[in-house]
């Protein structure tokens, strides 16, 4: 059994931002999730369309690429070491943790047995820690679980490997060996807040950022002819206030972050950015509410969820419209 000296948990809202964190402060940052989060750019706004598949519309409020997004902020290159051999993957992470390097994984919580869950998710990051040859498993921890966990080998190959939609996994993770701490954080998150903004405004496709948005609001009237209408309403009320999001639909988290930021950065209280962001969580909280009461109809009443998909709408493009200014107070 091996278990690196150094391993410690810091329980968070959202799986890919506390491992970020996790993976930062075992490299001396003493950074929060918060921080974490929002230097990597985390909001998003997707509408998807699965014909066939249900939920047959899927609305999800994260970027893409916050792994990316971060470690390029903080000038370290990051790209997700894969293999297609499952048993080589499973070596190079036993001799990374070997080395006394904690690991970022990203799995399916399908596999992974302390979920039990009944639905995939092949996007789920959590960190190892450790492992046990004989024994055969991983000791990691997970987003907001306090306590360590054991994974057999075989359940982890699992949700480590898995093809799912659009997502493909191949055992990917990352061990960095040395990370260093910017010396001077505010322009990493000046630059940060004002990109993130400014992708959300100048999406290139209809079902991203703001355009996805207005996109959803047209279609809004026709999730009633969906036959998965009433899931399709519930699973979006729980992307946006359940599954690790931190209620808003990470806008809770990212108004934290903001009110943090702003001690070295104080534009942003200047522009208001914390109070706006902040209404824009509670708008995102009242659209998820009315969707959940909307499921539970007989009919898909989309004038429930309509207006409160217009006033979210309003806030959040008036939001990213103040947060991209900045880059224009110095």
């Known amino acids: 059994m091996h278990i690196i000296d150094k391993a410690a948990h810091f329980p968070g809202q959202h799986c890919a931002s506390t491992g970020i964190r996790n993976l930062v402060n075992f490299h001396g940052f003493n950074w ?15 509408y998807l369309s699965f014909p066939g598949v249900s939920p047959s519309r899927l609305i999800h409020v994260r970027s893409e690429d916050i792994e990316t997004q971060f470690f390029k902020r903080i000038g370290f290159p990051f790209q997700w ?20 390097l904690p690991v970022m994984l990203q799995t ?3 596999y992974l047995p302390y979920y039990n869950s009944k639905t995939h998710f092949p996007g789920h990051v959590i960190t190892a820690w450790g492992y046990d040859l004989k024994e055969r498993w991983f000791l990691i921890s997970d987003t907001e679980r306090e306590d360590f966990i054991k994974v057999s080998f075989d359940d982890m190959r699992k949700a480590r490997y898995t093809d799912f939609g659009f997502f493909q996994s191949r055992g990917n993770f990352f061990a960095p060996e040395k990370l260093d701490c910017p010396k001077d954080i505010a322009p990493v998150i000046r630059k940060a807040i004002a990109d993130n903004s400014s992708a959300l ?8 950022g703001l355009v996805a948005l207005e996109k959803w609001e047209q279609e809004l009237q026709n999730w009633a002819e969906f036959k998965d209408w009433n899931w399709t309403a ?6 946006i206030e359940r599954r690790g999001t931190g209620g808003g639909g990470f806008r809770l988290l990212y108004s934290r972050f903001l009110e943090e930021a702003a001690a070295c950065l104080p534009q942003i209280e200047l ?6 962001m902040r209404e824009v ?21 989309f004038e429930i969820v ?8 309003k806030l959040e493009t008036a939001y990213h419209h103040q947060a991209v200014k900045l880059v224009e107070t110095r």
């Open 271 to 276: 522009l208001g950015l914390s109070g706006m």
């Open 234 to 239: 519930r699973f979006t009320y729980q992307v």
């Open 32 to 46: 929060s999730e918060e921080i974490c989060f929002g230097i990597g750019a985390g909001l998003g706004i997707w």
């Open 281 to 301: 969580a509670s708008a995102w909280t009242e659209l998820a509410e009315a969707l959940k009461i909307a499921s539970e109809k007989e009919t898909f009443e």
């Open 81 to 100: 070491e894969q293999y297609e051999d499952p048993a080589a993957s499973e070596q190079a992470v036993i001799d990374k943790l070997k080395d006394g």
């Open 306 to 313: 309509k207006p409160k998909l217009r006033q979210l709408n």
């Open 108 to 110: 399916d919580i399908f």
């Open 201 to 208: 405004l100048n999406s290139a496709t209809e079902f991203s």
